[in-house]
């Protein structure tokens, strides 16, 4: 059984030149002394010197909490958050990312509010982007990071999901899952692949147990982007990667928002998701004409209309997949209801979801 304190786990690939900074801010906590935390770095498959550089940064601070380097050979962001999860010693998992820059009280708060709220699967915070340089207009109106308010006022969101920087898991509750069966279907980032979804992924497995997803206001971090990620042929890599994670967290999603469902109604809502991403392919492809190339606005709609497109191929390609992942995520819901054992606190408010 884990203990109630707060495990900090960075799950980092090739994060050498990244993790000082974030080191310096996690030093930088101020908890009281009878709050328990430990700091963990996950190595993921590294190949340059991510763990001679995380312990020559973590040895300038003088502290008592454990601190701990472990490597996990197998490359994915998945394979990684559960080597995390394994070694982690207590109930709260912060997942702070390698460049997370989190505030001064952010482990203090994160204690608070998970030893008031049992029925916390995950808990997500309030992330403020921090540019290494002046990204392009566009960004601005387009952002595929992870910050921003997660909801209007601390308690739980509506969607059933919080990003996956500076999130905190319940470890108890997914110990639950585990014990269910569940495995996850995504492999998150992979070595300089950006795939994602796993984080999504894990909120809606969690919300499908019948935990609460939170978010809350006080958790406050910097996020850092640096110089590669604001260009345009980054944010169409990102996109085309990325959207393959729709044929799990689309069904996920589902479930979470209507919880009866049979795979015939399912499938017609899927028909619905294709249709309206058709019809927002078509609306942007006929303004495009009408906008000059360089314009901050042609980027935008254009990266749009790449995004719907790419989704659009998706469902298409992978139609009988995303069905069957629908299945197993009606396999899950049925052995939690089922199971006196497993029952847990009653979910957040179902949301529309029209993707």
Known sequence: ????????????????????????????????????????????????????????????????????????????????????????????????????????????????????????????GNGSLVFEEEPPAWIRSFSVYAAGRQGQQSGPVKRCTVYGAGCVIRKSAYDILLQSGHRSLLTDRLGKELSSGGDYELCLALSIAGFSIWYDERLTFSHFITRDR???????????????CLEVLHPYKVICDWKSQTVKIFRYRMVKSLLYLLRTYIRFMLIIPFLKKDENRHILVSLQAYSARIMISVYIRNWNTIVKNYRYGKALQQRFTKSPGLKTAQASSPSFFPL
């Open 230 to 244: 604001i260009t345009i042929e980054y944010y169409r890599k990102y996109l085309k990667e990325s959207a393959k």
């Open 1 to 124: 059984m884990s203990k109630p304190g707060v495990s900090v786990v960075i799950c980092t690939y090739n994060g050498a030149s990244r993790l000082p900074e974030t080191i310096r801010h996690i030093a930088s906590q101020q908890v009281q002394e009878d709050i328990p935390w430990e700091f963990i770095i996950i190595d993921n498959a590294s190949t340059d010197n991510t763990a001679a550089v995380a312990q020559l940064e973590w040895s300038k601070y003088i502290g008592q909490q454990p601190f701990r380097i472990i490597a996990e050979p197998q490359p994915g962001l998945s394979y990684a958050r559960a080597c995390g999860f394994a070694s982690a010693q207590y109930d709260y998992i912060l997942m702070c990312d390698d460049d997370n820059w989190l505030d001064p009280h952010y482990i203090e708060t994160v204690y608070e509010v998970m030893n008031a709220h049992e029925h916390i699967g995950a808990l997500g």
